[in-house]
């Protein structure tokens, strides 16, 4: 079976431009989550998707924007790029609860974005 | 606001060594409590999660150690080979309690390097 794939894996944009990331979950997940991971520290939760509804948003501005679509892939969008935009951003997906009742998310391998 | 503390920030082992990664936590209302192991250029895998009426979780050469008084929980790699250097990562979330179980607070990370 497939794991989670995300897309692009690397991309470069310059500040103030705007960046679209795609996921796709494992087959039979209909959560995903986005997160981000700055070099050196651990990721950092910015949004949860399940049944196309947002569930969950962390501390990230309103430049951070996402949805899911009905075969439960999602995108996130980036507006304005900053330098500090500059990282690994992840996405997971997961069932609402697996056999043991634990929430599993698997990640996939994450875009990295650079902004200059 | 760091929900979850992670020590120590990197440890070096040798072969057939213990590595031991401990996290405190302040939120009482965290479940969940999973670690990921990550290596370069990949996303975080699952490697071993507890919950709180447990005190500990064995699988394989990790144990998690759990004492939910003191807010603590460690990560244990018995017997560590080179093919365990990686990053780290300890996390909580609420997610059996709520519909966020795709929120996971992670730890700053841990870097493992085993040595031959």
């Known amino acids: 079976d497939a794991g989670v794939t995300q897309s692009p894996t690397h991309l470069i944009k310059t500040r103030g431009q705007h960046v679209t990331l795609r996921c796709s979950p494992i087959?039979?997940?209909?959560?995903v989550s986005w997160y981000q991971q700055v070099l050196g520290q651990g990721p950092q939760f910015i949004f949860q998707?399940?049944?196309?509804?947002?569930?969950g948003r962390g501390n990230f501005p309103d430049r951070f924007s996402a949805r899911q679509f009905p075969n439960y892939s999602s995108e996130l969008n980036v507006n304005a790029l900053l330098l500090g935009d500059s990282a690994l951003y992840l996405c997971?997906?997961?069932?609402?609860?697996?056999?043991?009742?634990?929430?599993?998310?698997?990640f996939g391998a994450g875009s990295r974005l650079t902004v200059l | 606001q760091q929900q979850v503390k992670q020590s120590p920030q990197s440890l070096i082992v040798q072969k057939g060594g213990i590595s031991i990664i401990n996290c405190a936590y302040e939120?009482?209302?965290?479940?969940?409590f999973p670690w990921y192991q990550q290596f370069p250029g990949k996303g975080p895998a699952l490697l071993i999660a507890?919950?709180?009426?447990?005190s500990e979780k064995k699988e394989g050469r990790f144990t998690i150690s759990f004492n939910k008084s003191a807010k603590q929980f460690s990560l244990h790699i018995m017997d560590s080979q080179p093919g365990d250097s990686a990053t780290y990562f300890c996390a909580a979330s609420m997610g059996w309690q709520t519909d966020s179980w795709g929120k996971l607070q992670f730890g700053a990370g841990t870097q493992v390097v085993v040595t031959p």
């Open positions: 998707y399940y049944e196309k509804e947002e569930r």
């Open positions: 087959s039979g997940h209909k959560s």
């Open positions: 507890i919950r709180p009426d447990v």
């Open positions: 997971a997906s997961s069932r609402q609860r697996d056999i043991s009742g634990a929430n599993v998310l698997t």
């Open positions: 939120n009482t209302a965290f479940d969940y």
